[in-house]
C-alpha cells in the first residue's frame, strides 16, 4: 500500500487488492458506482467466452475485490484457482489500486448527476440501513443531493458515493490515461452505439469473433435483454441480495436528473464542476465524447 493511496469506507478497503497476485492478461474493471460496472463487465464476459448464453455470474467470476462482505482470505484463493482469463471489478480510483504494466484497466464514467440518481434507486433495492442516513426514503428535504454536493472523496463518505468521491475517479483516470493499458469508456457512448463498445473493446482485450458471433454478443448486452434475464445478469443475481433483480435494470436512460432538482441545486453543482474540471473535461464526463446533451 505504500505507493497507493489509502480508500478505506464502511463497506470497501482497497488494502484487499494486497492479496490479489495481477496477472499479464488481467481485466480490472474500475468505475464509480452506478456507471455502466455491470454492463461493462458483461461485455468482458462476453467477450472472454464468445457465447451469447454465457453464465456471467459476475460476482463469482468476476468479484469486486474492495468490497468487505466476503472474507479477502477466501476471494484470493478463488482468484489464484482460475486458470481461465481473469476479470475483476474495483469501485476504488485508479491512484488506490495497483498499476501493473501488464493487465488491462478498462475506466467507465457517466454524467454525475445520472450516476447520482441511479445510486438513489439502487440504495432502496439492497438491504443495507447504512444508506439511510444519506439516502432517506422520504427525503422531504432534499438530504442526499445535499450530501452528493458536499460529501469527501474518500473515508466514510466515499461508500455512499458523493460527487467528489466520481471527479476523483476521473483525475486519477486522466492521470494515468496516456498508459496503453488504461482506457476510459462512457455510459453515454455505450448507450448511443453498443456494436462499436464492443469492436473497441474486443481489440484492447486482444479477442476476435466472426460477425455473426460479435452480432449475437451485442444483442445479448443490451438493456432489454439484460433486464429481461435479471436473475443470469444482475450482481448476485436470483440470490436474494437484492429486493429485486429486475429493479437493478430500472431504467438504463440518462438525464434522468432533469426536472428534479431546483435552480439552487443546479447552480450549486455546475460551481462544483466548474472549480474541478476543465470545460473539455467536464463536457466529456458528463456527455462522453459527443461532448454535449445527445439529440
Not at 498508459?179 to 473493446?201: C, G, I, K, Q, W
Request: aromatic residues 10%; glycine residues 6%; hydrophobic residues 40%.
Amino acid at each position: 500500500m505504500t505507493t497507493r493511496k489509502l480508500y478505506l469506507g464502511p463497506l470497501t478497503d482497497n488494502r484487499r487488492w494486497d492479496m490479489v497476485n495481477i496477472r499479464p492478461d488481467d481485466v480490472l474493471v474500475v468505475t464509480p458506482p452506478k456507471c455502466g460496472t455491470t454492463w461493462m463487465q458483461t461485455i468482458v464476459s462476453l467477450l472472454f467466452s464468445g457465447d451469447p448464453e454465457v453464465e456471467t455470474e459476475l460476482s463469482v467470476k468476476m468479484p469486486w475485490v474492495d468490497i468487505r462482505i466476503r472474507e479477502m482470505p477466501e476471494v484470493a484463493d478463488r482468484l489464484e484457482a482460475m486458470r481461465h482469463r481473469r476479470s475483476m471489478k474495483s469501485h476504488t480510483p485508479m491512484d488506490g489500486l495497483p498499476l501493473d504494466n501488464r493487465a488491462q484497466y478498462i475506466c467507465v464514467f457517466r454524467h454525475p448527476l445520472d450516476a447520482h440518481f441511479s445510486f438513489r434507486k439502487h440504495v432502496r433495492n439492497i438491504p443495507l440501513p447504512w444508506f439511510d442516513t444519506w439516502y432517506p426514503e422520504d427525503d422531504t428535504d432534499g438530504i442526499a443531493f445535499r450530501r452528493f454536493l458536499d460529501g469527501g472523496a474518500e473515508g466514510f463518505d466515499g461508500d455512499a458515493m458523493p460527487l467528489a468521491h466520481i471527479l476523483q475517479h476521473y483525475k486519477a483516470a486522466m492521470a494515468v490515461a496516456d498508459r496503453p493499458n488504461v482506457s476510459l469508456f462512457h455510459y453515454a457512448d455505450m448507450t448511443r452505439d453498443l456494436a462499436s463498445t464492443f469492436a473497441r473493446l474486443a481489440d484492447i482485450l486482444d479477442v476476435s469473433h466472426s460477425t455473426a458471433v460479435m452480432d449475437q454478443l451485442v444483442q445479448a448486452a443490451t438493456f432489454d435483454n439484460m433486464k429481461a434475464n435479471a436473475v443470469r445478469f444482475a450482481p448476485s443475481g436470483g440470490k436474494g441480495f437484492m429486493k429485486s433483480d429486475t429493479e437493478f435494470f430500472h431504467s438504463g436512460t440518462s438525464g434522468k436528473w432533469r426536472g428534479r432538482l431546483t435552480d439552487k441545486d443546479l447552480a450549486a453543482y455546475d460551481a462544483i464542476m466548474e472549480a474541478h474540471l476543465t470545460r473539455e473535461d467536464r463536457a466529456w464526463l458528463e456527455y462522453g465524447s459527443h461532448g454535449t446533451v445527445a439529440s
